[in-house]
Nanobody, 124 residues
Framework: QVQLVESGGGLVQAGGSLRLSCAASGRTFSTSRMGWFRQVPGKEREFVAY????????YYADSVKGRFTISRDNAKNIMYLQMNSLKPEDTAVYYCAGGLRGSNYVLGSAYDYWGQGTQVTVSS
């Protein structure tokens, strides 16, 4: 079993940057395909980014492409989401997810385990 804990959220002005971290416990992190999602109250959870187990493959939602970068350090059991040029519409609770089953990386239900989320608020 893998447990995930996000950190790094906060309040930032539009145009600013934040780096989210997702610390994992458990020996399977290094072989786990991982992702970031976000959710605004009253809306469905939204895919943000995906990374393969060896960082060789990454995918991004169109809304964040060119601004966000997903990465991981398997030696430290940590995944990151570097968020630059933040916009007010990026405001959400951000969740890390792991243990992707199958190939549909944008589907939240395809992931086996989740963190508790971290709030990101971007002011205009």
């Amino acid at each position: 079993q893998v447990q995930l804990v996000e950190s790094g959220g906060g309040l930032v002005q539009a145009g600013g940057s934040l780096r989210l971290s997702c610390a994992a416990s458990g020996r399977t992190f290094s072989t786990s395909r991982m992702g970031w999602f976000r959710q605004v109250p009253g809306k469905e959870r939204e895919f943000v980014a995906y990374i393969s187990w060896n960082s060789g493959i990454t995918y991004y939602a169109d809304s964040v492409k060119g601004r966000f970068t997903i990465s991981r350090d398997n030696a430290k059991n940590i995944m990151y989401l570097q968020m630059n040029s933040l916009k007010p519409e990026d405001t959400a609770v951000y969740y890390c997810a792991g243990g992707l089953r199958g190939s549909n990386y944008v589907l939240g239900s395809a992931y086996d385990y989740w963190g508790q989320g971290t709030q990101v608020t971007v002011s205009s």
